[in-house]
């Protein structure tokens, strides 16, 4: 079965200093990764994916994720974080596997907080 | 430039009370889901559609109902509202069910059954 982990429910970072989200997933055929942000009490956002081709996909706001085959992760960063990432972060693969059909199945969400 | 639009944003429901959550979107998507979202649990899948008059249960379908006469719509029922439907509720759509197209969200119902 399709499964997606995040192993940080949070993640503290100072402005301007680099960040890293992590995700690891476990799929059956070729995993097809999404990231998305929540701000409270918003819908989520879709920040960027991978689908096939060059490991690392860029995204919204300038945010990047690095997809590792051998590793089965799908690392979300960013250079130089700002007040304003702060949010939760979702990773998720879309299941297109065994007659599911395309739906998302995400992990339990990643807290990132950015202090001034 | 609409999207997926939810309604209503924030409703209180006494047990055993039945509402209609409504979703909408305007850019002929032909999928379109709901999921729930609650504390440390991520999202979880309710029901799914692939296109009018095509649905199938998620991975927490029990106490909901829906249904897709049109592209454009995609309500959720619930039956007898129970306190543990308490919870965040989004629909999403998507150009296809295939599993490379991007999958958008609406803003979201807080549903409270007290």
């Known amino acids: 079965a399709q499964s997606v982990a995040q192993p940080e429910d949070q993640v503290n970072v100072a402005e301007g200093n680099p960040l890293t989200v992590k995700c690891t997933y476990s799929?059956?055929?070729?995993?097809?990764l999404f990231w998305y942000v929540q701000y409270p009490n918003r819908g989520l956002q879709f920040l960027l994916k991978?689908?096939?081709?060059?490991?690392l996909v860029k995204g919204s706001y300038g945010f990047e994720a690095e997809f590792n085959k051998s590793q089965t992760s799908f690392h979300l960063k960013k250079p130089s974080a700002l007040v304003s990432d702060s949010a939760l972060y979702f990773c998720?693969?879309?299941?297109?596997?065994?007659?599911?059909?395309?739906?998302?199945?995400f992990g339990k969400g990643t807290k990132l907080s950015v202090k001034p | 430039n609409a999207g997926v639009t939810q309604t209503p944003k924030f409703q209180v429901l006494k047990t055993g009370q039945s509402m209609t959550l409504q979703c909408a979107q305007d850019?002929?998507?032909?999928?379109m889901s709901w999921y729930r979202q609650d504390p440390g649990m991520g999202l979880r899948l309710i029901h799914y559609?692939?296109?009018?008059?095509?649905?199938d249960q998620g991975e927490v379908p029990n106490g909901y109902n829906v249904s897709r006469s049109t592209t454009e719509d995609f309500p959720l029922r619930l039956l007898s509202a129970a306190p543990s439907q308490t919870s965040v509720y989004f629909c999403a759509s998507s150009y296809s069910e295939q599993s490379g197209n991007t999958i958008y969200f609406g803003e979201g119902s807080w549903l409270t059954v007290v």
């Open positions: 799929v059956s055929g070729n995993p097809y």
């Open positions: 559609s692939v296109g009018a008059g095509i649905t």
């Open positions: 850019m002929n998507h032909e999928y």
């Open positions: 998720a693969v879309r299941d297109g596997y065994g007659g599911s059909q395309g739906n998302l199945i």
């Open positions: 991978y689908i096939t081709g060059d490991n």
